[in-house]
């Protein structure tokens, strides 16, 4: 089985954690704030744009579960059902070391048993498959909202291909979005090419632009 990267923890503008891959040369959230960027990127430009009582979202990378543990804080009156893929979670040595022991929501999501659903508090269920994003498959139509933070494109070009992209556009239901912090224009073309609406958004802070998909 192959093994994730060593890895080491640092801290972000904003004082809120992160990890960083020396091997790839990145961090797993943006060094100018890991907390910032999540609630810019994935909070307010994906799960507020959702009009739904009910949202089933798909996360490719899973990380440090911050997507995650914002989204189960700000799930409001919503059920939530959240599914994470990640190929390397974090070791329990490592989630020690990162969370502190009063955060039990993150905690209690990077510590769920592999490929369960688990009720994380009332109406927010959690499943983490350990499973390479190219390998994935589920029903057509089954998410209504991805969270696309996967590490960057030159680092790993293969998550950001036309084949992702079609499956990523197959799994989303009518109206459904994903969502990234990546603007990169052979990015947004690969989108266009599997038929998604493409929209820049304001990025968040040292970062012009971001994008949200639209499958209409």
Known sequence: MAKASPRSITTSADGSPTLWVPELDEHYHSIHGALTESQHVFIDAGLNAMDKSEVRILEVGLGTALNAALTAQQQGNRFIEYVALEKFPLTIEEVDALVDAKDTLTKAILIAEHNV????????????????????????????????????????????????????????????????????????????????????????????????????
């Open 117 to 216: 659903k688990t009720s994380i508090q009332k109406g927010f269920d959690f499943t983490l498959l350990v499973e390479d994003l190219r390998n994935f498959k589920s029903t057509p139509g089954s998410f209504d909202l991805v969270y696309f933070d996967a590490f960057a494109p030159s680092a790993q070009p293969e998550l950001w291909s036309d084949e992702v992209f079609e499956n990523m556009f197959e799994l989303l239901r009518p109206s459904g979005a994903l969502v990234t912090y990546c603007a990169k224009g052979v990015v947004k073309r690969s989108m266009k090419k599997a038929g998604f609406r493409v929209e820049a958004l304001p990025g968040p802070p040292r970062k012009r632009e971001m994008t949200r998909a639209w499958k209409d």
